[in-house]
């Protein structure tokens, strides 16, 4: 859930209480028991494109990061560490201990992070990445969800974006209104609400580095004008395009960084004091652990900067996805939208072969997400093209 901790929101059935609901299965968004998956034609041997892996990998990693972090959303470390003793063993996925939040969703369900993932990758497709556009999808969203699925609402309504959608002319001007409003709050709120859905720019444009970096600026502002808000998007975006665009190798990933750091702090400018400056990179340096990011700290669960870092945590892990997320889920706060960026951004190194299949199909509405992503990748041309991996020197 992004925007901090604003957990009074609906989305799939929530006045049903369990999160073992039994309700038919839609064949239209739900995968039926030993149904091939749509996506397995992408990895015949006729099309090994390791390209199409890492794009697959950018938003399967986030929604199934997403989901996986909603198990321990808004908990602590200590309460964690009660429920699940043995931290050499993973919180199992989908069948984790539900806690009152997380009973609001199917098992397995990803949250408003990939809901709003989608919208961005629909406006980015569809609209070509019209602000108004996106700004009518977002609002629409948080009052019907998506209807398909059996939404009456959108979920993770935080007030930062609620501040944002219903002021006055926000449809018909959506950066401007963002602006008054971070203006008025003394500019100092920078939740992760936009880091959150951000790597979809990545997924569209990763071989366009300046369109890459234009919708990625202008699609953060849509809600969230802060340029620490910017910064984290831009940090994602485009590391995971260079990521997507040909395999970066175990040596070369502390050039990326630097090279993504520096981008990112010219592109800002000003706009970026010394002080954020300074902080930008304390949470995206290599010696950051887990320990240092206090993500349970209650005060600052939303705070964009801790979900960068677990996105760049993510990006240097050399382990298996499960444990990678496993680790950062263990320690609590806003799990659900750090489990998202830090899962985009390991699937856009990795690729989609290395998320677990198991969990994967434990998604409940994966049959409709392959749908929207082929859509996607049809609408770009991007399934009738030849890829060469462009090497390039960071």
């Known amino acids: 859930m992004g925007n901090c901790c604003d957990t009074s929101t609906k989305h799939r059935t929530e006045v049903v209480y369990t999160s073992d609901f039994k309700d038919e299965i839609d064949p239209n968004v739900t995968y039926v028991p030993n149904e091939p998956d749509l996506l397995e034609p992408l990895f015949t041997n006729q099309n090994d494109n390791q390209i199409i892996d890492r794009l697959l990998g950018c938003a399967y990693g986030q929604a199934l990061g997403d989901a996986y972090g909603l198990s321990t959303e808004f908990e602590t470390h200590d309460k964690i560490k009660y429920h699940y003793p043995d931290a050499s063993k993973l919180i199992p996925f989908p069948n984790y201990i539900t806690t009152p939040h997380s009973r609001r969703w199917k098992r397995g369900d990803w949250t408003d992070d990939t809901d709003q993932w989608i919208l961005l990758l629909e406006t980015l497709t569809q609209g070509n990445g019209d602000e108004k556009i996106f700004a009518m999808k977002l609002k629409r969203w948080i009052e019907h969800g998506f209807v398909e699925l059996g939404d009456f609402a959108g979920m993770g309504l935080g007030a930062n974006v609620q501040q944002v959608v219903y002021s006055n002319g926000y449809l018909s001007d959506p950066l401007k209104v963002s602006e008054i409003v971070w203006e008025r709050n003394n500019r100092q709120a920078a939740p992760n609400g936009a880091v959150m859905r951000c790597s979809a720019s990545a997924f569209v444009h990763y071989n366009d580095l300046e369109k890459v970096k234009s919708t990625t600026i202008s699609m953060c502002k849509t809600t969230h004008f802060d340029p620490r808000c910017i910064a984290s998007c831009l940090a994602v975006c485009l590391t995971i395009a260079h990521l997507i665009k040909r395999k970066v190798h175990e040596n070369e990933i502390e050039s990326l960084v630097k090279h993504v750091q520096d981008e990112t702090i010219n ?128």
């Not at 939208?337 to 199909?361: D, F, I």
Request: net charge neutral; hydrophobic share 35%.
């Open 267 to 394: 592109i800002l400018g000003d706009s970026l004091s010394q002080e954020h400056r300074k902080l930008f990179l304390w949470y995206t340096d290599r010696s950051r652990s887990l320990q240092d990011l206090e993500l349970d700290e209650a005060k600052s669960i939303g705070f964009t900067y801790k979900c960068l870092a677990s996105g760049f945590y993510g990006l240097r892990s050399k382990r298996s996805f499960e444990e990678t997320l496993n680790d950062l889920i263990r320690c609590g706060g806003d799990a659900d939208t750090n489990g998202a960026v830090c899962g985009t951004m390991y699937g856009a190194r990795y690729g989609y072969k290395s998320l677990p299949v198991e969990w994967l199909r434990a998604m409940p509405y994966k049959k409709w997400f392959d749908q929207k992503i082929l859509e996607c990748l049809e609408q770009t041309k991007l399934l009738n093209t030849s890829f060469v991996d462009i090497q390039t020197r960071f």
